[in-house]
Structures are given as C-alpha cells and as structure tokens.
C-alpha cells in the first residue's frame, strides 16, 4: 500500500483541492481495515469546519429526470455563486459488483462548472441505494467549502429512509401521464417527503401535470404530517428551462428558515448524528463477524447442518454469535 499522508489531504480538503477531496472519497470507500484508520483521522480533523451546507436528498422511479433535474438546479445554484456538490450513486450490479458512474457524462455542464463537483460512487450492498459512506464524503464537502450539497439516490422504495436520514429536506421526483399517478411511491416514502416535485412541466404536458398534481396533493391529505410546522407541497418543475427548478430551491430555503426558526434543525442534525453512529456500530459489528477466523471455520460447518435440517437457523445463528 503506498504512503498516505493524512496531513495532506486535510491540507488539501480544507484549501479545496479537488485530487486531495477525491482522494479522501476513494479512501473512506475503501474496505481495507488500514484505509478506514487513514480516513477516521482525517474525518476528526476536517469535522469543526462541517455542517453548513444545505443538504438536500433527491430520489424518484427511473426515467423521472433526476440527472436533468440535479443538472438544472445545480448549474442555477452554481451561477448564483453557490459552491455544489453532487453526490450520485449509481446502482450496482449484484453479480459483478460493477455500477456505470455515468453521471458526469449526463450533466456535461454541471460537471465543467468551476463552482461544482460531482462525485459518482456505487452503491454496493446498502439499503436504499446510498453508498455506504455517503455521509462522510458530504462532509468532506462540507469541510472543502461546498455549501450545497445533492445527493441522488438510485430509485423510491421503503429503504430510502436512508436517504431521508442524511438530509435536511428530502425530495421525491415524480412524472406526469405514467399511467398510475402515484408511480409505485409507496406511503413510506409519502411520509418522508419535504416535497414531491412533478418534473417534465412544459409542452404538451401542462394538462397531465395539473391533473397528477391534484391526484398527489389528494394522496397527501391522507399522510399524517411529521410535524405542525411544514405540510408537504405539491410542486411543478421544468428542468430542460433555464431557471425551471428555482421555485423548488425555494421551497428547500423556506423549509430550512421555519425549522431554524422552531429548533427543528438542530434537533433533526442531532437525531441523524446519533442514527449515523448506530448505523456505522452495526456496520463495524458485521465486519468483525466476517473476520472473525473461528466463525469463517464454522459457517461451512452449520451452514451444511442447517440445509440437512439438522438444525434450526435461530440455533445456528446462535451458534455463530456466540463465537463473537
């Protein structure tokens, strides 16, 4: 493993460097035991100059114009001076492992900006499409002086709380003329929407998106709202227009000054901060299960007992934990 000076890349991170961010990206996404030593370091060093940027999660069924959409609002945001990062995860293959981090190539503009970074990474195993270190690396961002930071996830099902428990407001993307209006967004995604934004609003389909835009509205008359502060709009977007989305950023800005307002954003910072340590004990207990040499020697042992239902898979499980 080659030498890494971890006083560089906080050098680096904190002067903006985008090798030293990308490099510390690579590093909190690596698996090896020494990698994640070298970043935890750097994460303890860079995390006075983190939290405060405007978080925002972006998540919709495919073919939703998310790209477009992050694109449009990202170059908006950056031509008014904003510094944007774009965390966008890609899906994996659950055969090979491999994803397509094609992102770059879907917003050519964005990605030329100078006040934009755009960060693909796989999503790999975790629930909801968010890469596992999703979290850290926007916090890299965050130290490097990003103020906005978007994160797109890989599609809508129940595991997006993933998404909506790194962000400050969570945003779900949907289309006009589908067929089924509500687009298999299930209710536990309703019930975690900051928003639902109609995307593809100009043309001939201004009629479709008025008629969804009721249907949804209709549909979040039925979802208990989290809290008396916010009720979750209904919004309308173009995003191949210039300055199509801007009603939505907008909207983001209102929500965050009536929950800074409330003391609803600190306590929702803090209740992800505490979430965030649990996720990685589990994540680090899970690891050290796989490590564990007496356990990799009795998994093939109890794993043969249990498909020649000699045991039941609760006593094998116990089993195995005991070991630990």
């Given at each position: 493993?080659?030498?890494?000076?971890?006083?560089?890349?906080?050098?680096?991170?904190?002067?903006?460097?985008?090798?030293?961010?990308?490099?510390?990206?690579?590093?909190?996404?690596?698996?090896?035991?020494?990698?994640?030593?070298?970043?935890?370091?750097?994460?303890?060093?860079?995390?006075?100059?983190?939290?405060?940027?405007?978080?925002?999660?972006?998540?919709?069924?495919?073919?939703?114009?998310?790209?477009?959409?992050?694109?449009?609002?990202?170059?908006?945001?950056?031509?008014?001076?904003?510094?944007?990062?774009?965390?966008?995860?890609?899906?994996?293959?659950?055969?090979?492992?491999?994803?397509?981090?094609?992102?770059?190539?879907?917003?050519?503009?964005?990605?030329?900006?100078?006040?934009?970074?755009?960060?693909?990474?796989?999503?790999g195993s975790?629930?909801?499409?968010?890469?596992?270190?999703?979290?850290?690396?926007?916090?890299?961002?965050?130290?490097?002086?990003?103020?906005?930071?978007?994160?797109?996830?890989?599609?809508?099902?129940?595991?997006?709380?993933?998404?909506?428990?790194?962000?400050?407001?969570?945003?779900?993307?949907?289309?006009?003329?589908?067929?089924?209006?509500?687009?298999?967004?299930?209710?536990?995604?309703?019930?975690?929407?900051?928003?639902?934004?109609?995307?593809?609003?100009?043309?001939?389909?201004?009629?479709?998106?008025?008629?969804?835009?009721?249907?949804?509205?209709?549909?979040?008359?039925?979802?208990?709202?989290?809290?008396?502060?916010?009720?979750?709009?209904?919004?309308?977007?173009?995003?191949?227009?210039?300055?199509?989305?801007?009603?939505?950023?907008?909207?983001?800005l209102e929500?965050?000054?009536?929950?800074?307002?409330?003391?609803?954003?600190?306590?929702?910072?803090?209740?992800?901060?505490?979430?965030?340590?649990w996720t990685?004990?589990?994540?680090?207990?899970?690891?050290?299960?796989?490590?564990?040499?007496?356990?990799?020697?009795?998994?093939?042992?109890?794993?043969?007992?249990?498909?020649?239902?000699?045991?039941?898979?609760?006593?094998?499980?116990?089993?195995?934990?005991?070991?630990?």
């Amino acid at each position: 493993m080659p030498f890494i000076d971890p006083d560089a890349l906080i050098k680096g991170i904190e002067s903006g460097n985008r090798r030293m961010i990308a490099k510390t990206m690579t590093l909190i996404e690596s698996r090896l035991s020494a990698h994640q030593d070298l970043a935890s370091r750097v994460m303890e060093a860079v995390l006075p100059r983190t939290g405060n940027s405007v978080r925002l999660g972006i998540t919709g069924v495919p073919g939703v114009g998310k790209s477009t959409f992050i694109e449009n609002l990202g170059v908006t945001l950056a031509e008014q001076g904003h510094r944007v990062a774009v965390l966008a995860v890609d899906p994996t293959s659950q055969r090979s492992g491999g994803s397509i981090l094609g992102d770059k190539t879907r917003m050519e503009k964005l990605s030329a900006h100078e006040n934009a970074f755009i960060r693909p990474s796989p999503a790999g195993s975790t629930l909801g499409g968010v890469a596992a270190r999703t979290r850290e690396t926007m916090l890299v961002c965050e130290a490097a002086g990003f103020d906005v930071i978007l994160v797109e996830t890989v599609g809508v099902g129940q595991s997006e709380t993933a998404v909506a428990s790194m962000v400050d407001f969570f945003l779900v993307l949907a289309i006009a003329g589908a067929g089924d209006e509500l687009q298999g967004i299930k209710k536990g995604v309703l019930e975690l929407a900051d928003a639902i934004v109609i995307n593809k609003a100009d043309g001939e389909n201004l009629d479709r998106v008025a008629q969804t835009r009721q249907d949804l509205e209709m549909a979040m008359h039925m979802v208990a709202p989290d809290t008396p502060t916010w009720h979750t709009p209904v919004l309308t977007c173009s995003s191949v227009t210039q300055g199509g989305t801007r009603a939505v950023w907008d909207t983001v800005l209102e929500h965050r000054q009536k929950f800074k307002e409330t003391g609803e954003f600190d306590q929702r910072r803090r209740g992800q901060s505490l979430e965030w340590m649990w996720t990685l004990v589990h994540e680090g207990l899970k690891q050290r299960f796989r490590e564990n040499e007496k356990i990799k020697n009795e998994i093939p042992v109890i794993s043969g007992r249990v498909e020649n239902q000699k045991i039941s898979p609760s006593a094998a499980a116990r089993a195995l934990l005991a070991y630990l």
